[in-house]
């Protein structure tokens, strides 16, 4: 097991905690880079949604994951980016702009959604966030002269400086670029206080709370937060499909990103990515493996939602990490082979619940 020895204070602020870090990381950036020209243009297209997605996620993890906050409408801040991108985009606006707008927008409605946060809790604020999605979509459904109704509405390819990002590799880029810094600011958010605070409220809210901590500003500051992510990765997906319409902002959304970051693992910014993948990877496993299947099992109506709650309730039963946190036990077993014992892991955990996973 590797054991670093801090002999100065950069060393608590650096990202990369040691040289495999740099080395590992360093070969997946350079993997994002050349990955136009080393992948076919379909798998390109799978990469984007997987950085899209992990957008997503990362809002919904800092959320849920980081803050304890529970919601089952992630996907109307996602719809609420991918209209006011579409819209501001389709009338001229600079994109830009029109990204930010997307950002900002959701933020406020993401304030909106907080309000219920600061009187109820668990169960009730996942209600309560199911009946804003529901609202949401009827709204875009309703309001034709803006959204064009079920109709939908076509989206404009991203114009930046004059340069068309509508292209698979161009875009990509975009994707790349927005996906990176939106996990370098997640990450020194989680390291700054207000990071800090909003651990302290997942773990004990009466603790935080006697610690001096203002709930209501940090649970309203979590949700704007989160939804701005969503409102980015919105305008993005919206981008992306260049053609949207309110029933890809429906429930069955909202469940696949709380899935995503459940699968991905709660409480780790890789997480998200993580849940992203298997969010991407998994219909077209569905897919494959129809064809080994009888034809009454592969053919039936339904089989992709029985198949992703099999996962699910595996997940929860023998894996409640997630991911990444079967990951760590796996690195954990090789580093300490043959001194691994059973339980190790789960005891460790138990005494650094805030420290669990990063």
């Not at 997630?322 to 014992?341: A, E, N, V």
Request: with cysteine.
């Amino acid at each position: 097991m590797r054991f670093i020895f801090k002999t100065s204070y950069d060393q608590d602020v650096r990202l990369a905690r040691h040289g495999g870090h740099v080395f590992w990381y360093g070969l997946l950036v350079a993997f994002l880079i050349v990955a136009p020209w080393a992948i076919d243009e379909y798998w390109l297209a799978q990469l984007t949604f997987v950085l899209i997605y992990g957008i997503v996620g990362l809002g919904l993890m800092l959320l849920a994951g980081f803050t304890g906050q529970f919601s089952i409408g992630h996907a109307a801040f996602l719809g609420a980016g991918a209209y006011t991108q579409g819209v501001l985009t389709n009338m001229g606006v600079p994109f830009p702009i029109a990204l930010l707008a997307a950002a900002a927008l959701s933020a406020a409605v993401g304030v909106v959604v907080a309000l219920p946060a600061l009187r109820v809790k668990g169960i009730y604020l996942g209600i309560a966030t199911l009946s804003f999605g529901f609202i949401v979509e009827e709204v875009f459904a309703r309001w034709e002269s803006v959204t064009g109704g079920n109709a939908g509405l076509h989206v404009k390819s991203p114009q930046l400086f004059g340069w068309s990002l509508g292209s698979g590799n161009g875009f990509y880029f975009l994707c790349l670029v927005v996906a990176v810094l939106s996990t370098l600011g997640i990450l020194n958010l989680l390291r700054s206080p207000t990071g800090r605070a909003f651990v302290a409220i997942r773990d004990s809210e009466i603790s935080a709370q006697s610690m001096g901590i203002h709930l209501a500003r940090y649970k309203t500051m979590s949700f704007a937060i989160s939804a701005a992510l969503a409102g980015l990765g919105g305008a993005l997906y919206a981008h992306k499909l260049s053609f949207i319409s309110p029933d890809q902002f429906n429930i069955l959304q909202s469940i696949d990103l709380l899935l995503m970051v459940v699968i991905g693992g709660l409480g780790s910014v890789h997480g998200a990515f993580l849940g992203a993948i298997f969010l991407i990877a998994m219909p077209q496993l569905i897919s494959m493996g129809k064809d080994w299947l009888p034809a009454v099992v592969g053919q039936a109506p339904g089989l992709q939602g029985l198949v992703y709650g099999l996962v699910l309730i595996a997940f929860v039963l023998f894996e409640p990490l997630g991911l990444y946190g079967r990951w760590l036990k796996i690195r954990t077993w090789l580093q300490l082979f043959p001194f691994y014992r059973k339980g190790l892991f789960k005891r460790q955990k138990s005494f650094t619940k805030s420290d669990r996973l990063r």
